[in-house]
């Protein structure tokens, strides 16, 4: 790829273990688990080519385009928490990028709840420490690689990253 491409989200952090449980968790229970949000990019990047003949179920085991995440600052949990539009500016020298960041759901946290029951209840567990990201706010961004990146997210803070090209 020529560029970097990401995904501006928010990163909730779980702090206690959800084992898997046939019942499910509260959504109290859930939120209880939930001790520190912060700002984050998925990563994204398709590693098949249009000549590979690949199809969705080998781009799906391929966690379709999710390279990985990038967790930023911390943010207040009851920021991130109230967070459905984000204003977000994603800065590289004189190429600035404003968006009207909208989450794809009401709430940003509201599909952990869905998560966490639907894999719990089918026997996966949850461990402290892991990071669920719910969905991103604008889309893919494109950014050019080893360039200083400022991602602003209106309200919430803003931190610095470049991405360097192997």
Request: glycine residues 8%.
């Amino acid at each position: 790829d020529k560029v970097v491409k990401v995904e501006p989200e928010i990163a909730f952090i779980l702090s206690k273990n959800l084992p898997a449980n046939p019942d499910g968790y509260t959504e109290q229970q859930i939120n209880d688990s939930i001790e520190q949000c912060h700002m984050a990019l998925e990563l994204i990047q398709i590693r098949f080519t249009e000549e590979s003949g690949a199809g969705f179920y080998e781009k799906l085991a391929d966690c379709l385009v999710n390279q990985g995440l990038f967790i930023g600052p911390a943010i207040e949990r009851a920021k991130a928490f109230d967070a459905s539009k984000i204003n977000i500016t994603v800065s590289q020298e004189d190429n600035v990028q404003t968006f009207s960041g909208k989450h794809p759901n009401d709430c940003s946290y509201s599909p952990i709840y869905w998560l966490i029951n639907y894999m719990t209840k089918r026997g996966v567990s949850f461990q402290a420490g892991e990071a669920i990201i719910t969905g991103s706010y604008c889309g893919i961004v494109e950014i050019e690689f080893n360039k200083r990146t400022t991602v602003n997210y209106e309200g919430l803070g803003e931190y610095q990253v470049i991405f360097k090209q192997k």
